[in-house]
């Protein structure tokens, strides 16, 4: 609540990190829940699932807007969309990762093949180049994002593990504020520059904290039998 405190106002955009439930900011979703900001906008790649993750903001009607990729594992979400409760921007997985990070980079927009001829292209603009089409996606800038690393140092150099870096650097750099929360915070100098994924100059909050990390669908196998 701390890292959030000033950030936070009805209506804003917020960009959040993780894929499924892997490397999802869990402790700042429970603090945007506590703070009661509403009529949000929120930019990530799905929607948690019901009652943990973005899910939870879900459950209390605190989002307005999700600006998404996939949605199939949260049965509110597909209550809420269906009834008209909540609005819904689909966006093509890598365009809206490319989105974030144009955002973040300074690119106001960019043009791509991906959606051309589907729903996903109306009332975008088309223009051909060397004879193929392609439609204009626009960069996100986010008011606030909020992402999950393995580790970073006392100036927010951060590393990410697995898949929890297909969203987080993206979402971390589209925000005008970033607060992130990591599980281990280590002395500045000892992450080797070359292991870094995320350069401190993107993050302006840190947190360090304990996190359930959910499994969102497990699957086993039957022990093979001797």
């Given at each position: ?202 993050v302006h909050r840190l947190i360090q904290g304990t ?16």
């Amino acid at each position: 609540s701390e890292a959030l405190d000033g950030l936070l106002v009805d209506g804003m955009t917020i960009a959040a990190g993780g894929f499924g439930l892997c490397g999802i900011p869990e402790l700042l979703i429970d603090a945007l829940v506590a703070s009661g900001v509403k009529d949000l906008t929120i930019a990530s790649n799905n929607c948690g699932v019901d009652g943990f993750g973005l899910g939870k903001l879900l459950d209390t009607r605190q989002i307005r807007k999700m600006i998404s990729s996939y949605v199939g594992e949260n049965a509110e979400f597909m209550r809420q969309y269906l009834s008209g409760e909540l609005e819904l921007e689909f966006n093509p997985q890598g365009t809206l990762a490319e989105r974030m990070r144009a955002g973040g980079a300074g690119i106001p927009g960019f043009y791509t093949k991906t959606g051309v001829g589907t729903v996903v292209a109306e009332g975008k603009e088309h223009k051909d180049f060397d004879g193929v089409t392609y439609i204009l996606e626009r960069g996100i800038v986010a008011d606030v994002s909020i992402v999950k690393a393995w580790k970073a140092d006392e100036s927010g150099n951060a590393i990410f593990r697995k898949t929890a870096r297909n969203f987080n650097p993206p979402a971390a750099m589209c925000g005008r504020v970033c607060v992130m929360e990591v599980e281990e915070i280590v002395p500045t100098g000892s992450i080797d520059p070359d292991l870094i994924h995320l350069p401190g100059i993107y993050v302006h909050r840190l947190i360090q904290g304990t996190h359930e990390k959910r499994i969102e669908q497990r699957t086993v196998r039957k022990r093979e039998e001797a």
